[in-house]
């Protein structure tokens, strides 16, 4: 990827992010259905808008002579991490100031607050589609089954997934776990997933209390979407690394036409994930509303903010019991770190990161 291509992508991302996000959390800000288009709220927006494109655009500039001066590998390093803290800076400034209109407008004064939930995901959740899992399943046994069959005449080093490919000059031992390393990739992925996405249909559901049951029924409605495009994008991701690996294996000659072949499945589920977050948006809240689900409660959604940090990225709250719940920006979930539990799985992932990056034990390598 080429310096112009990542700064683009970086531009279009951080611009995205409130544009797709749910009308009553600018900026991951609570606020009442009556203040979506408050002058605080759109003046911010406006300024955000800008303020990424400009920044983009210089950094479009900057980036082509960078590159020349210093090396292709150094500046997108320096990009990811200069461009994607400015922007996370600019977020932060909006989300900043629309809390200061919130509270000096006193916006939630009068209103009727409330928590809104649905008992019937407990009594009837939405199910796990494992007939999904049926494809990437088959990609790893086709994988599996042609590495062990092309192990005994693999050369005495073998080239390594680097990048978007082959990297055919950097290369390494012939061993089990470096030959078999996209199989344990695709292992990893077509185990983990699926348990990802059990627990994402047992989380508590984030819904509006203006408006419950409308809402109750598009969060259904985007946790199966949600479901099924995670599965589609296991068997995707083991389609691109069955390809690598027969590369790597030497079965498969390498090539600008091969790469873009090879990372076309991830493509495809990429775009059909823009296309989902489009059409459905997070927790559903772009999908038309059915007859009668447009009358309102009476009630506003809790001001919760007090448990959000870092702009919405980060919840905590020791009195709620949910260990998943929907983050307020990006459309996905995150730890409630009020919890114990929450607490323990990050301590777990901590300690198999350390060990990883001490080399006490081998993570199986992956270009995803």
Excluded at 27 to 38: E, K, L, N, S
Excluded at 305 to 319: Q, S, V
Excluded at 327 to 351: D, E, F
């Amino acid at each position: 990827m080429t310096c112009l291509s990542l700064v683009a992508l970086l531009t279009a991302v951080a611009w995205a992010v409130p544009v797709l996000g749910r009308p009553t959390l600018p900026f991951g800000v609570r606020v009442p259905g009556t203040h979506v288009a408050d002058p605080a709220v759109t003046a911010q927006r406006r300024r955000y808008t800008r303020s990424v494109l400009l920044l983009g655009g210089v950094a479009a500039l900057l980036a082509p002579p960078a590159a020349v001066l210093l090396g292709t590998p150094d500046v997108v390093q320096a990009v990811i991490v200069v461009l994607g803290a400015a922007q996370i800076g600019l977020f932060y400034a909006a989300h900043r100031a629309v809390t200061a209109a919130k509270r000096r407008g006193k916006w939630y004064e009068g209103t009727r607050q409330a928590t809104a939930a649905d008992t019937t995901l407990r009594t009837d959740p939405e199910r796990v589609p494992w007939r999904l899992l049926i494809p990437p399943v088959l990609l790893l046994l086709i994988t599996a089954a042609v590495g062990s069959t092309r192990y005994a005449a693999l050369p005495e080093t073998l080239a390594t997934l680097r990048g978007w490919g082959v990297d055919a000059v950097t290369r390494v031992p012939t061993t089990p776990a470096t030959a078999f390393a996209p199989v344990l990739s695709q292992l990893a992925l077509t185990l983990l997933t699926p348990l990802l996405v059990a627990a994402l249909l047992r989380a508590r559901p984030d819904l509006d209390a203006a408006h419950p049951q409308g809402s109750a029924r598009r969060y259904r409605v985007y946790l199966r979407g949600l479901s099924r495009l995670l599965l589609a994008g296991v068997a995707c991701a083991n389609l691109t690394l069955l390809l690598l690996a027969l590369q790597m294996w030497e079965t498969l000659p390498s090539g600008t036409l091969v790469t873009v072949l090879t990372w076309l499945p991830v493509a495809a589920v990429a775009l059909a994930g823009l296309t989902f977050a489009v059409r459905v948006g997070e927790a559903g809240h772009r999908l038309p509303p059915l007859p009668g689900e447009e009358q309102e409660s009476g009630y506003v959604q809790r001001d919760d903010d007090r448990h959000w940090h870092l702009a919405g990225m980060l919840y905590a709250n020791r009195m709620d019991p949910a260990i998943l719940v929907h983050q307020r920006v990006g459309g996905r979930w995150t730890l409630n770190l009020g919890n114990p539990i929450a607490w323990a799985i990050t301590a777990v992932i901590a300690v198999v990161t350390l060990l990883s990056v001490l080399g006490v034990i081998d993570l199986p390598e992956s270009t995803m």
